[in-house]
């Protein structure tokens, strides 16, 4: 017997295509006297019915910005230009890859263009994005520490523990 793994408007990844898709239909197959459809399949609108060993659910993010992540900035050879011809980049001859997990390889990078064109502002975002799960650590103190001070707290940090609560649930937000 066989049960549904996915829903009507999940988001599946669909191997034999290697596309994303939405799942339009459910289609059970039943035999004649069984409680339960002996096979399950999916219409993702690509033309054919697909097995549930065909699709791949969207995996949810790993974690949330906790401060204990070790987001950090590692330079990258600039293919693109010589050294000589990027003389006022702050550090000529690379540019900034926020690296987001262990390996030196994952995070997050810029195109080559767009850094020529404003190399401080990159810097900076780079800079911000390496940041963010220590600024994200200091987000969720103040929200404790305002939850935990009862009425003694002044007016202007119950504004920045509400706002912080407000970014800190945008950035969670999964949608």
Known sequence: MAKAQFHKGQRVYVSPVGTWALIERVIPHWAKGLDEPIRVFYDVGLGREFAADELQAEQPIAGKLNGKEHWRIVRARNKWQASEDCARHPVPGTYPVVVTGDSEWGGWRVPGAEYDLTPEKIEQQAR????????????????????????????????????????????????
């Open 128 to 175: 911000l994005i390496a940041s963010a799960p220590k600024l994200a650590s200091v987000a969720t103190e103040l929200i404790d520490w305002a939850r935990n001070s009862g009425e003694e707290i002044p007016v202007g940090l119950v504004q920045l523990a509400h706002d912080a609560q407000d970014l800190l649930s945008a950035v969670e937000d999964d949608r």
